[in-house]
């Protein structure tokens, strides 16, 4: 080590700061806040990860916390087979059919497969699933898909 090299240590405790004591010590005036805005008042720093009101990066990705895809979910009201032994032999199933009885609020239904069916029926709906489709067609009826 050479005389040039040798730096003074830096203090123990740091000194602070003493802002707002007149302009001479350069943090006078406006106590470093600048002018205005929500900086400058109290209790006025927004949360990290802030961007000024528009969606934070965090919220942007779909794999990370705050990002939903509601907007564009399709929720379907379950119907169940065994639901649809009310209706007589032969008959007709459709949303309309299915609304009269009070078995679904007007929208998108599906009908899932919990449950028998006792005799043949001709189902009319937006979705089946698999096992609801087999057992509607082993009971005899048949399937029609309509369109959403």
């Not at 299915?98 to 005799?119: M, Q, S, T, V």
């Amino acid at each position: 080590m050479k005389p040039h090299q040798i730096t003074e240590v830096a203090p123990a405790r740091k000194r602070r700061r003493r802002v707002g004591r007149g302009e001479g010590s350069g943090k006078g005036k406006t106590a470093g806040r600048g002018t205005l805005g929500q900086g400058a008042r109290s209790g006025g720093n927004a949360y990290p990860g802030f961007e000024g009101g528009q969606t934070r990066l965090l919220m942007r990705f779909p794999n990370r916390r705050g990002f939903t895809n509601h907007r564009f979910r399709r929720d379907y009201q379950p119907v169940n087979v065994s639901a649809l032994n009310v209706f007589p032999e032969g008959s007709v199933v459709g949303p309309e059919e299915l609304k009269d009885r009070c078995l679904i609020e007007p929208g998108l239904f599906k009908i899932l497969a919990n449950g028998d069916l006792e005799h043949a029926l001709t189902v009319r709906a937006p979705k089946f699933s698999a096992a609801a489709k087999a057992k509607i067609e082993s009971a005899g009826g048949s399937v029609e898909e309509l369109s959403e």
